[in-house]
């Protein structure tokens, strides 16, 4: 298993394109704010031209709400996140509440020394809810893309 979350969704598109062809078993779990369930609300995203290519958002996603996972899910599905979606590279979207994220968040950096902003709790949140579910024996990776360096001020 391979879990992540989306900001711009060039990790998702990109890593996961590459794991899909070098490792088809791998499941890829891609994560989404609850409250700002963009994919899972089945709702695509309506685009406009600019400079004569089609693509930028038109405007913000109705299922858009503030949440407190910084740097995940802006209030559109951004177009690369968009292409990985119709590639069908994720297995699995798994929804996380804002809670769950900081209060992992939190737990890494007093229990592992892992010093990282809520989008990171958010990802280990989901893989430690995919550890639930998966077979035994079974390898989860959980990439934590952030640092909380920049929430200190």
Not at 19 to 39: F, N, R
Not at 66 to 85: A, S
Not at 128 to 133: A, I, P
Request: include cysteine; charged fraction near 20%.
């Amino acid at each position: 298993y391979w879990v992540t979350g989306y900001g711009t969704g060039g990790t998702f598109a990109g890593a996961g394109e590459f794991i899909k062809e070098k490792s088809p078993k791998t499941k890829i779990v891609l994560s989404e704010p609850a409250g700002a369930a963009l994919v899972t609300s089945g709702i695509p995203q309506e685009r406009k031209e600019v400079l004569g290519k089609f693509g930028a958002p038109a405007s913000g996603h109705p299922a858009w709400k503030p949440h407190p996972i910084q740097g995940w899910t802006p209030n559109f599905i951004p177009k690369v996140c968009e292409e990985g979606l119709k590639q069908n590279i994720q297995d699995e979207v798994m929804l996380v509440e804002g809670k769950d994220a900081m209060e992992t968040a939190m737990k890494l950096a007093k229990l592992e020394g892992i010093f990282c902003g809520t989008s990171g709790g958010a990802t280990v949140w989901t893989a430690l809810e995919v550890c639930k579910k998966a077979p035994k024996g079974s390898t989860v990776l959980a990439m934590v893309p952030d640092t909380a360096e920049r929430y200190l001020s």
